[in-house]
């Protein structure tokens, strides 16, 4: 097959394909391996949206090395200048939003109203980060010991590695790259190898923005051969992980070997409690979107909704019937509820835990079927699945699906509905329908989850507030606003004497 180069160089065209490269110290270049692999479309695998490096561990220390030269003239570079990189980049993003979101659906499945909130939700924190880069405050603080001044500043860290998954293939490295730029840290991406394009999409614009070379390196391939590396180089200063609580472990085990700081963002099984008392229409369009949204492919989907037993049956047989009447199919066609899996693992991960929940004694009562003929036939399709008298123990109601497979509960009343929401291993979103404010404010301090909705369903993160849950969804750190600066900066404390004497902390006092 010809191939011939065209347009920008981050790609060549191999056929009606483009081949994307890594990007590492400003240029566009072909993997170390020679290897490369395909991106396609999981509602029409027959389309391939992109071939991509398969990097390995002599791509990883090129991207390392660069981003350790560029670290020492970017931490220089004053904060407010490097946010108006990151500002432009918001605009160009702004302008570039629908091709940018076309894509995203295209290769990840999502529907496309949803991917432009993925790429909206870039240009957010893009905005916002801009503006942290006039703030980056720190606490001035008087002295204990007189004619002394102290304060604490921030500092970036240095190489930063990340590594993303395919849900939020723009958003989530934006949560990334955006604050750590800001900051003064140089970057280091490993994109999920699901979905790479949205990635090298944000860089380039990033690129485009001015952000120097070596700034912001690229590396895609797959997670031993990429991601571990990355977490081992020993240039590298901080890791960034949102991807499973299985990986979490092993990267954070790893990263804690040479005492890096290590923020992981893992895996979720979030709660929607609805109480007697809920304006039921309110909760079941919250737990249909909830549940549904992304194809339940969301670390925040509502895949547990646990209702109080005075309004069990009536939101059982609504929210049931609503589930039966979702549009299945291609994202891009804009009438469409919920699109596919993003790939064939995940998708018999998904059909898998249907046969558990029946197994288990759970009623299916929609749903739970792949969906393969006609327009579906060359997709990862499957239908919105609902289990009703799940009980809290079973496995579909206490392990991740990350699939379009609710379990609605039972419960009593507020205080078992809160036992029940808390008592899985992950701790990332949670929710409450209820007009009672008394009841809603004991939820709001006792659901323990890094997010909790009031008259919402688990879904639907700003990102100026912190983004991170407790317990296996991850290890305290937070993405999102000031979460993000108090990841990409440490700390340093200064003490300024002008008393021209030796003082003596603890030790100089006056009793
Ligand atoms: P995943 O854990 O399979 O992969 C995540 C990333 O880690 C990918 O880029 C992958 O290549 C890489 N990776 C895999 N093995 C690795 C290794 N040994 N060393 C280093 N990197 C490695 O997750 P996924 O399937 O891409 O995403 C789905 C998961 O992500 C779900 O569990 C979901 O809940 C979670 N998630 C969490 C959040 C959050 O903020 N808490 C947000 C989105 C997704």
Redesign the pocket.
Same mark, same amino acid.
């Given at each position: 097959m010809a191939t011939e180069t065209v347009g920008s160089p981050a790609f060549i065209a191999s056929g009606n394909t483009k081949v994307y490269k890594n990007f590492i110290d400003g240029e566009w270049v072909e993997s170390s391996t020679g290897e490369t692999f395909e991106d396609r479309n999981p509602a029409d695998t027959r389309e391939v949206v992109g071939i991509f490096q398969k990097s390995g561990k002599d791509d990883v220390n090129a991207a390392v090395d660069a981003a350790k030269r560029a670290f020492e003239r970017w931490r220089l570079v004053p904060a407010p200048r490097r946010a108006e990189l990151v500002f432009r980049a918001a605009e160009m993003l702004a302008e570039r939003k629908e091709e940018y979101s076309r894509d995203m659906t295209r290769e990840m499945g999502k529907v496309i109203k949803e991917t432009r909130g993925d790429t909206q939700e870039a240009i957010d924190t893009a905005y916002y980060m801009a503006g942290e880069g006039r703030r980056l405050f720190g606490p001035t603080t008087p002295s204990e010991l007189p004619n002394k001044f102290a304060m604490a500043v921030r500092h970036p860290l240095g190489v930063c590695g990340m590594?993303?998954?395919?849900?939020?293939p723009m958003a989530?490295p934006s949560w990334k790259l955006l604050p750590a730029l800001v900051c003064g840290n140089t970057c280091v991406i490993?994109?999920?190898?699901?979905t790479p394009l949205s990635t090298f999409n944000l860089v380039r614009t990033l690129t485009d923005a001015g952000v120097p070379n070596g700034v912001i390196n690229v590396v895609s391939?797959? @997670? #031993?051969s990429?991601? %571990?590396p990355?977490?081992e180089h020993s240039d590298v200063r901080a890791i960034s992980?949102? @991807? #499973?609580?299985?990986? %979490?472990r092993?990267?954070g085990t790893?990263a804690a070997k040479s005492f890096k700081h290590c923020s992981l963002?893992?895996? %979720?099984k979030n709660p929607m409690i609805v109480l007697d008392d809920a304006n039921l229409e309110l909760a079941i369009e919250g737990g249909l979107w909830g549940g549904f949204g992304t194809t339940g492919?969301?670390?925040?989907a509502t895949s547990r909704i646990i209702v109080q037993k005075g309004v069990y049956r009536e939101f059982v047989e609504r929210y049931v019937a609503r589930a039966k009447r979702l549009k299945v199919g291609n994202g891009l066609d804009e009438s469409v509820d919920m699109g596919p899996a993003?790939n064939e693992a995940?998708l018999k991960t998904d059909l898998s835990y249907v046969d558990i929940g029946k197994d288990e004694g759970a009623k299916l009562v929609c749903g739970g079927h792949r969906l393969e003929k006609g327009e579906y036939q060359h997709g990862y399709f499957m239908e919105p699945t609902v289990f009703i008298d799940v009980e809290p123990k079973m496995r579909i109601a206490q392990e991740?699906i990350?699939g379009p497979v609710v379990s609605i509960i039972a419960c009593n009343g507020l205080e078992d509905a809160i036992e029940i929401a808390n008592g899985i291993e992950y701790g990332?979103s949670s929710s409450i329908y209820t007009k009672d404010v008394n009841k809603a404010f004991v939820a709001m301090r006792d659901l323990y989850a890094g997010i909790t909705y009031i008259n919402a369903p688990t879904i639907g993160a700003e990102v100026h507030l912190p983004?991170?849950?407790t317990k296996a969804?991850?290890n305290g750190h937070r993405?999102g606003g000031i979460g993000a600066i108090d990841f990409y900066t440490e700390w340093k404390s200064v003490y300024i004497d002008y008393s021209d004497k030796l003082q003596k902390a603890q030790i100089d006092r006056v009793d």
């Open positions: 590594i993303t998954p395919w849900n939020f989530i490993k994109p999920a190898q699901d391939g797959f @997670g #031993s990429v991601g %571990g990355l977490t992980l949102t @991807g #499973s609580t299985a990986v %979490g092993t990267v790893t963002e893992l895996g %979720g492919q969301r670390c925040t993003i995940q991740e990350f990332l983004f991170g849950g969804t991850g993405e």
